[in-house]
């Protein structure tokens, strides 16, 4: 597969000698970002194989580890090639009372399919989601055993040897597949089968990208400088209930429930654009946006309005999320208005109409004394 950057001239940020451009990509765009602000401009104008990136990816995965590639890596291209594999049993089928069987291995990137022989199958139980390392050779499947649902579903490894790493047990109290459909509770307790899910290993990378994105953002282009303040500190009055804990004798910290003090002090003392990923503690009971512990993006600039704070907001979730700025803005009059709240969930349009114009029986009479009469429009689709 082959995809055409085009880089525009014009938005090419110059950091000292350092030329970061800014593409305009649909497919992979964090990952383009990163690979062109490495090759800097000797790129431009030009047409990139997108295997050759994701081969950057994936070379980068397996430097300073056992495994030669990961799951993903293998295509029809690395038939006949000798591999190591890492990762979890996902599946197994053992056919014919141990003879041979099939195992489907699992790592962050994907699955493929292991084909085991006979005195590989009898070598362990192979219980799901124990921890193995395959050395194998990669082959091709034939044309009635592709499997179309799997990305690596045309080629599979046939083991040579296969290492236990960690064995598991044989009966697990969830597994990462399920693990979105049993109860909370049982998720925390064994966190660390829910988190080998695909969907939360997908969260855990979505917010470690984003971080880095805003990082790369703020620091590189808007020069921002990153600061990391105390997380003991001095009781502080207003805002949230901060969490007090006992030191040396009588001596008491509190964790902060936000950088604020520590952020004007930096302001003050000539920090004119601060900024940082700061962890944030308030001692309330939990709301549905909120708990008792927090990460935000703190942010904090001198000889600045609100407009330049809600662009740079906009620019930096703009770069790192990919998403279109800029973002619709509500007034606090109108938002209420409008919707009843400060923060607004615009993804339902029930908006508060006031009525006092559309009544329609006039013969009412309306207390003079209110100002205003509202109500929320269901529009329904009438069958």
């Not at 970002?33 to 070379?59: A, C, G, V």
């Amino acid at each position: 597969m082959y995809l055409t950057i085009t880089v525009f001239r014009s938005a090419i940020i110059q950091h000292g000698s350092v030329l970061f451009p800014i593409i305009k990509c649909v497919d992979c765009n964090l990952l383009l970002k990163r690979y062109i602000s490495m090759r800097r401009y000797d790129l431009l104008n030009r047409t990139l194989d997108m295997r050759h990136i994701t081969k950057l990816y994936s070379s980068s995965m397996c430097k300073y580890s056992w495994r030669t590639h990961i799951c993903r890596d293998l295509t029809r291209e690395n038939a006949d090639s000798d591999v190591i594999l890492c990762g979890w049993v996902q599946h197994k089928r053992i056919i014919g009372r141990g003879k041979l069987g099939f195992l489907v291995l699992r790592d962050h990137s994907g699955t493929v399919q292991i084909f085991i022989k006979d005195n590989l199958a009898r070598k362990f139980n192979y219980h799901l989601e124990s921890v193995i390392k395959v050395h194998g050779r990669v082959h091709l499947r034939p044309e009635n055993d592709i499997n179309h649902d799997m990305s690596t579903g045309d080629i599979e490894v046939i083991a040579n040897d296969i290492e236990m790493l960690n064995s598991a047990s044989a009966s697990l109290p969830i597994l990462p597949a399920e693990s979105l459909r049993v109860s909370e509770v049982v998720r925390q307790y064994h966190r660390y089968l829910d988190l080998r899910n695909d969907e939360m290993q997908r969260r855990l990378r979505e917010r470690s990208r984003f971080i880095h994105s805003a990082r790369r953002y703020l620091n590189e282009t808007l020069h921002f400088i990153e600061v990391e303040t105390p997380t003991l500190g001095r009781l502080t009055l207003g805002g949230a209930r901060e969490f007090v804990l006992r030191c040396h004798g009588n001596e008491y910290y509190s964790l902060p429930q936000s950088p604020q003090v520590y952020k004007q002090i930096l302001m003050a003392a000539g920090v004119e654009r601060y900024y940082q990923v700061a962890r944030c503690y308030r001692d309330e009971r939990g709301k549905p946006d909120r708990q008792l512990e927090f990460t935000q993006l703190d942010i904090e600039m001198s000889f600045a309005d609100c407009d330049h704070v809600m662009c740079v907001i906009e620019e930096t979730v703009s770069y790192s999320l990919g998403i279109e700025i800029p973002f619709q803005r509500l007034t606090y009059d109108e938002s209420m208005l409008r919707y009843g709240s400060d923060k607004p969930d615009l993804r339902y349009d029930l908006q508060i109409i006031n009525l006092e114009n559309n009544i329609l029986d006039k013969s009412i009479v309306i207390n003079s004394e209110i100002n205003y009469i509202y109500g929320i429009i269901f529009v329904m689709a009438l069958s």
